[in-house]
RNA sequence: UCCGGAGUAGCUCAAUUGGUAGAGCGGGUGGCUGUUAACCACUAGGUUGGGGGUUCGAGUCCCUCCUCCGGAGCCA
């Protein structure tokens, strides 16, 4: 008797194995009865026959409730009436713990009450394989990284500094002084860089904002990947490879998902580097030309971004932004000094901006006047300055959102369900 | 914060002009040896989001509050 999972059956047709697992759902006949068993790895049928597994076992499947916990035992047979091609005959069934009354039934339900049930709503086909393209995600930027000689540096998550005045910050009591949870970990990321010259950061960050939109979390995961001695050009070519990989690798290792998903790959599979790019002053124009009321110097809408890229079917660079509408670190273009060395890449689709970065500056005059232009504590970025004192270097990097990146990925319409538990304005549970 | 939409059975939704609150799923009981979100029969299940008002009569009309959803702003 070989104990296995769902997702070895195809190894181990004729012989007898131990299934152990979740029941997902039932069927049964008078004499047959069909026990869809979920294990974490797959779902497979097992078919239980009465004069097989005796009246006792019989009589306990009749009693099964969804999701109770169990132990089945039989022969592995390959079968076209089978969901996934292989089905278990059962010899033995036992409980482990005889499950409640599910409060998630096989027809459909609301996304308020699944998102109240998100505990027990991670169990189903659909959200087992949104995770599963997120962890390939995310496992495919540390490869990513880890085989270009990037180092795995982790940024504090409690700071004292802000990354973006602009932006509103979720304050903290820590003993008495207040702090923040950080909105990126970009500023530590840039002393580490000076440290190890590639490097990146992998974590949490936070948002207070008041945010009520399919694109945002107030809680979401960032990589951000930070390079001595590199400007904005080679910083938007180490931001294509990435996405080019990361899309490469789901598709190589995670079809099956995109398929439960009805994920169309046509678009996934056509991407190609360079993407197309286009200088803000440029992207400006397109929305002239789109009748878009738009004024050069002002920042782009969540619409005006949609209109941008929808010209492309590839992911779109978008480069030299306003210097006024950017955060205060990004180093001015030394060719037209209202300009700022940063670039978005927006996703093709309609997904909208996954990616933000560009140069970092690095003249400690000019970063100075910024960091009082913006009206932050020149006290609390004296380390921040010191990396312009000592051994200055121009230098880059960018910050990609998990979660956009999963939907874009997964092509979800909303980025609640690309993280296990969200956290939105209106949700901090469960 | 602003604009729009929605709250009816455990869940998803119906309910005509203001006139006896219903169906499917899920639960319970029984039936069925190849089911595919199985099927068939029977059955239990309701303070129609809260409060107030109009009316002979309110799920339906009015006022108010609450909650949620979608969008805007801001951003990854």
Request: proline share 4%.
């Amino acid at each position: 008797m070989t104990r296995t999972t769902i997702n070895e059956l195809s190894n181990h047709v004729g012989q007898e194995v131990q299934l152990d697992g979740w029941v997902y759902n039932s069927r049964s006949g008078g004499k047959l009865g069909f026990l869809m068993l979920r294990d974490g790895t797959g779902i497979a049928q097992c078919v239980l026959s009465k004069s097989d597994v005796g009246d006792d076992a019989f009589a306990l499947f009749g009693r099964l409730t969804q999701e109770s916990s169990v132990t089945v035992t039989g022969t592995v047979s390959a079968d076209e009436r089978a969901p996934g091609g292989y089905e278990i005959h059962a010899q033995s069934l036992s409980v482990t713990q005889m499950a409640e009354e599910y409060p998630i039934s096989p027809k459909e339900h609301g996304t308020a009450f699944l998102m109240d049930h998100r505990h027990l709503w991670l169990r189903s086909r659909r959200q087992h394989a949104i995770m599963l393209v997120r962890h390939e995600i995310i496992k495919a930027c540390r490869d990513f990284f880890d085989s270009n000689g990037f180092i795995l540096m982790d940024t504090p998550i409690i700071t004292p500094n802000a990354v973006e005045g602009t932006t509103t910050l979720f304050g903290l009591n820590y003993f008495d002084r207040f702090v923040y949870l950080t909105q990126s970990g970009q500023l530590y990321s840039e002393a580490a860089a000076a440290a190890f010259r590639k490097v990146y950061c992998f974590g949490p960050t936070f948002r207070a904002e008041k945010s009520k939109t399919r694109r945002h979390l107030t809680e979401f995961w960032m990589v951000e990947p930070e390079m001595a001695y590199c400007d904005l050009e080679e910083n938007i070519h180490w931001a294509e490879e990435m996405v080019a990989f990361m899309v490469g690798r789901v598709l190589e290792s995670r079809r099956e998902q995109l398929d439960i998903l009805e994920r169309d790959t046509a678009p996934l599979e056509g991407l190609k580097t360079p993407f197309p790019r286009l200088s803000y002053t440029e992207a400006v124009d397109v929305l002239k030309q789109a009748d878009v009321d738009f004024e050069w110097g002002g920042d782009f809408g969540g619409g005006d971004e949609t209109i941008i890229s929808e010209k492309y079917d590839q992911p779109l660079v978008v480069h030299r932004f306003p210097a006024a509408i950017k955060a205060f670190y990004m180093k001015l273009d030394a060719d037209d000094e209202r300009l700022a060395l940063g670039m978005d890449i927006l996703a093709p689709e309609g997904y909208g901006e996954i990616i933000g970065g560009g140069q970092r500056e690095d003249d400690y005059a000019l970063l100075l006047k910024r960091l009082k232009e913006a009206n932050l504590p020149e006290d609390k970025y004296q380390w921040y300055l010191d990396l312009r004192r000592y051994g200055s270097v121009p230098h880059s990097g960018f910050g990609m959102g998990i979660e956009r990146a999963v939907a874009w990925i997964c092509g979800l319409p909303h980025v609640r369900e690309t993280i296990p538990f969200p956290r939105m304005l209106n949700r901090v549970e469960p």
